[in-house]
């Protein structure tokens, strides 16, 4: 196989762990929806956790980019 | 037209050697040395007047007061001690992601040398605290108690494992934020020429995507000062 080709498929390949990503992202803002609706007064302590763990998951996603990004550029 | 990851090329800026080793000023320590300069201004423009505080002043010691509620959240009381820590390594690294936003400009917590420096300081500093707080009984932190006794041997080397991959993944997870967030800037930006008429709409999705890595660029800061504390808080308290 062409070795640009090879590139290209593994690039792609690299981010497949973004279907992860997004359903913890999408678990958490449902948690936090739920958890604001139940209890609104608790709005300004689980705010920050939620934001906690949205920059904890994201960072994978960024991995993931990070690995594809570099098999492209390089 | 450059690649995108040329941003994050270090060049020199003047040469300078001393005794033949060579220490030349990078533009890496320019932005280094802007950011210092800028935590400098904030510590010592804050406290100044009671009646008529400034711009400069009212932000610093909302920022001072942001870090020691989060202090206190997260270690307590007794954390009191370590808020210059924190507070230090929070501005110095929000400054570094923000004046990295201004174009053309570097970003310096996108090379991994200087976010792992930062996190091999956090680490050695919690295992200096763990021993000199406890001495020996700090050993006692690697088993989880009310843990059933055969099952120590495993938690030992899981809790080990997961001890010593903190430096790592807290400088991974910096470096890969602001370089993966900059490299796509880029390659966003690439697609409005290539895409001709409809490049608008790229402009577009970048103004977009520049405020969400001003976002990011708060909440990565925010992360490493808030991991720090959980890490300050896990060897002073042990369980």
Redesign the interface.
């Known amino acids: 196989m062409d070795i640009g080709a090879a590139k290209m498929i593994g690039a792609g390949l690299a981010v497949v762990a973004l279907l992860g990503v997004g359903i913890g992202i999408g678990n958490i803002f449902a948690t936090l929806i739920s958890a604001i609706a139940r209890n609104p007064e608790a709005k300004k302590d689980v705010f920050g956790v939620a934001?906690?763990g949205?920059?904890?998951t994201?960072?994978v996603a960024?991995?993931a980019?990070?690995i594809s990004?570099l098999i492209l550029?390089? | 037209m450059h690649?995108?990851?040329h941003q994050f090329e270090i060049e020199k800026i003047f040469n300078f050697s001393i005794a033949g080793v060579d220490l030349p000023f990078t533009n890496s320590a320019l932005y280094m040395l802007l950011s210092v300069l800028a935590v400098a201004l904030l510590v010592f423009s804050s406290g100044r007047s009671i009646e008529k505080p400034g711009v400069i002043q009212v932000f610093a010691e909302k920022i001072f007061g942001f870090i020691q509620s989060l202090v206190e959240e997260n270690i307590g009381q007794t954390g009191q001690k370590y808020i210059p820590l924190v507070f230090s390594l929070f501005t110095f690294i929000l400054f570094g992601n923000l004046f990295g936003m201004i174009p053309y400009a570097y970003t310096f917590t996108s090379q991994i040398i200087l976010t792992f420096a930062l996190a091999l300081v956090v680490f050695v500093l919690i295992t200096l605290i763990g021993f000199i707080k406890h001495g020996f009984h700090f050993f006692s932190y690697f088993l989880p108690p009310g843990a059933p006794i055969f099952m120590a041997p495993l938690l030992i080397v899981i809790e080990i494992i997961s001890f010593l991959s903190r430096p790592i993944s807290l400088s991974?997870?910096l470096f890969?934020?602001m370089?993966?967030?900059h490299?796509?800037l880029k390659?966003f930006s690439m697609f409005t020429i290539s895409l001709g008429v409809f490049g608008f709409s790229t402009i577009i999705a970048t103004s977009v995507l520049i405020g969400f890595e001003f976002m990011?660029a708060f909440?990565?800061a925010?992360?490493f000062s808030?991991l720090t504390c959980l890490y300050l808080r896990d060897v002073i308290e042990l369980h």
């Open positions: 934001m906690l949205f920059a904890l994201e960072a960024l991995f980019l990070l990004f550029f390089n | 690649s995108p990851l991974i997870r890969a934020n370089m993966a967030g490299t796509m390659v990011i909440l990565q925010y992360v808030v």
